[in-house]
């Protein structure tokens, strides 16, 4: 959809604009790409999503939309209108866990199902006590997003007191509120188009310069280390050996961010998901729409159990993904024994959705990154006991796999996070295994220790 946009925006912050009418823009500055939230008399109404849509907004405006309008799936360069519920649900799940705030969806059923179906595959669980009591030592599967996904599938209009939403158009959206419209799409684009989109992402890319690295060693660069619903650059990196370059789990607008790390993304050889919540596939319908216009493979790096979920996730937009993508399976021992001249090895994590942590051994210095993981000791000792572990699996989950590396990046977390790893359960690792240096990435807010030292955005090690 292009068209114009009649009164020009205050810049609120880094991608959120407020216009004097009560709406607001979250878009990054070529509009390819373009969310609304619209203030109403029955409260904050919004207008598709983008990546990073909670982590923009929420922090100013301090509440929740009553209901979210979704049109027909639109990607550029820059993203697509499906991605950017996820951490804007969970909060709706958890702000109050007696009464989760609903938030209600209104579009056409089809895209209302798209939408559902890639949520209903991320807020799919909980950790619990098993049958010894040890608490989060068992996983069961629930679908968290019932309790605030509210369906309102449409033709026509949906009516919320004196708002009525006209989503009669796949592609539009009108909002009256007491009889006056207050948003129409065609004046406030949802996109500017991908052509838009194309030439900002050429522009940006056009000032990298070709990076440089000596072949013979193996490096990381920290391209973020933060979660999806702080500000900062959700965890994401760069590993580098030989003539190879791996940009593991690429973030939301990761076209800006490269500028910043000074790599280039079409220079990357692979590109590796470690699993698909929300914050670690922000980049990925960006990166792949870059690769059809200028008629590429995206080389995909994964395990099938996550593939199998991006295939769930962007088929409503792309189709066929795997018209588009070369993909090698990591489990391949036979293949990742020696990847050009590196021995790339995977564990599977204990994590809500399929996860995988990776470790990489190349001309004698390896280093390991955790992946998203929920870990301590006590809770692999009571996994074990109630044979949710075999002893192999144990020393894979344990701080043994990180033991012949150099140094090894930790999922690490200090607000007691229920998926993820305690900064004390690192520490402990740390100290088993003193001769590696240990890292922490993945956290909200920066944290000070004796044995874990936090990562910053570009660190190279």
């Known amino acids: 959809m292009t068209s114009t946009i009649t009164k020009q925006p205050k810049r609120v912050d880094y991608n959120l604009y407020a216009f004097e009418s009560g709406i607001y823009r979250v878009s990054g500055p070529e509009l390819s790409l373009c969310a609304y939230l619209v203030e109403t008399s029955a409260g904050l109404i919004q207008v598709n999503a983008v990546p990073e849509l909670f982590k923009s907004y929420f922090p100013h405006l301090k509440k929740l939309p009553v209901a979210a309008v979704v049109t027909e799936p639109i990607v550029t360069q820059l993203g697509d ?27 056409q059923e089809s895209t209302l199902k ?37 369906w309102h599938s449409s033709n026509s209009e949906v009516e919320i007191g004196s708002v009525r939403i006209d989503v009669s158009n796949s592609k539009e959206v009108k909002i009256y509120d007491g009889g006056k419209l207050v948003y129409d799409s065609t004046l406030y684009p949802i996109s500017t188009g991908q052509d838009a989109a194309s030439l900002y992402v050429d522009m940006m890319l056009s000032q990298i310069e070709p990076f440089q690295r000596d072949e013979d060693e193996l490096g990381i660069i920290v391209a973020g280390n933060g979660i999806g ?14 003539d190879r370059l791996m940009w593991i789990d690429p973030p939301a607008r990761f076209y800006e961010k490269a500028v910043k790390l000074q790599v280039n993304p079409d ?8 699993h698909c919540h929300e914050d670690h596939i922000e980049g990925f319908s960006a990166l792949l729409q870059r690769k059809i216009e200028r008629k590429e493979k995206l080389c995909l790096l994964s395990v099938d159990p996550v593939l199998e979920q991006l295939k769930e996730i962007f088929s409503p937009i792309f189709g066929d ?100 790893t305690d900064l004390e359960d690192v520490e402990d690792l740390a100290r088993e295994i003193p001769h590696v240096k240990a890292y922490g990435y993945h956290f909200g807010v920066r944290f000070e220790s004796d044995y874990v030292t936090p990562t910053r955005f570009g660190d190279r090690l």
Not at 127 to 143: I, L, P, Y
């Open 229 to 242: 619903s702080k500000p900062g650059v959700t965890s994401n990196f760069i590993v580098h050996y030989a």
């Open 81 to 107: 209108s499906l991605t950017g519920f996820e951490f804007e649900l969970w909060t709706a799940r958890f702000i109050d866990f007696q009464r989760p705030h609903k938030i209600k969806f209104i579009g």
């Open 321 to 420: 993904i795997m018209q588009h993508i070369n993909y090698t399976d990591l489990s391949n021992r036979e293949i990742f024994k020696n990847y050009f001249g590196c021995d790339i090895q995977i564990r599977e994590n204990y994590h809500p959705v399929p996860t995988i942590g990776l470790k990489f051994n190349y001309n004698g210095r390896a280093i390991g990154i955790s992946g998203d993981v929920l870990y301590s000791k006590n809770l692999i000792n009571a996994r074990l006991q109630n044979g949710s572990l075999t002893k192999e699996q144990y020393e894979i989950a344990s701080a043994q796999w990180f033991a012949d590396t150099e140094l090894f990046l930790h999922d690490t977390t200090v607000s007691k996070d229920p998926v993820h």
């Open 114 to 150: 798209a939408l559902y179906r890639r949520l209903e595959l991320t807020m799919n669980g909980d950790f619990v006590h098993d049958e010894n009591g040890q608490r989060q030592a068992k996983f069961v599967s629930r679908r968290w997003v019932d309790d605030v996904f509210e």
């Open 267 to 274: 220079a990357v050889t692979e590109y590796i998901i470690t």
